[in-house]
Nanobody, 125 residues
Framework: QVQPVESGGGLVQAGGSLRLSCAASGRAFSGYNMGWFRQAPGKEREFVAAITWSGATTYYADSAKGRFTISRGNAENTVHLQMNSLKPEDTAVYYC??????????????????WGQGTQVTVSA
């Protein structure tokens, strides 16, 4: 199993950038798909981005495509989320998690497992 710890959140103006980091303990880190989810006040937690265990394939929510980039470093047990062109609607608590990726006929589903505590991202208008 892995134990993620997020960092890098903060307050930024609209149009700005933030880089979130996730340091995950556990010797099996390189065997897990990893990802980011977020939860805004009053809303359900939603998928943002995921990366396969090898780093070869990435997945993004429509809201993140073209603005966010997920990456990982298996030697360092880290996952990063570079967020550019931030919007007020990106305001949320961002969670790093191991991710189960299920490709079905009706679409791709992302289920988080082994969650971190989250890091707050606030984007001011």
């Amino acid at each position: 199993q892995v134990q993620p710890v997020e960092s890098g959140g903060g307050l930024v103006q609209a149009g700005g950038s933030l880089r979130l980091s996730c340091a995950a303990s556990g010797r099996a880190f390189s065997g897990y798909n990893m990802g980011w989810f977020r939860q805004a006040p009053g809303k359900e937690r939603e998928f943002v981005a995921a990366i396969t265990w090898s780093g070869a394939t990435t997945y993004y929510a429509d809201s993140a495509k073209g603005r966010f980039t997920i990456s990982r470093g298996n030697a360092e047990n880290t996952v990063h989320l570079q967020m550019n062109s931030l919007k007020p609607e990106d305001t949320a608590v961002y969670y790093c998690a191991a991710v189960i990726i299920a490709v079905t006929l009706t679409g791709t589903r992302y289920e988080g497992d082994y969650w971190g505590q989250g890091t707050q991202v606030t984007v001011s208008a």
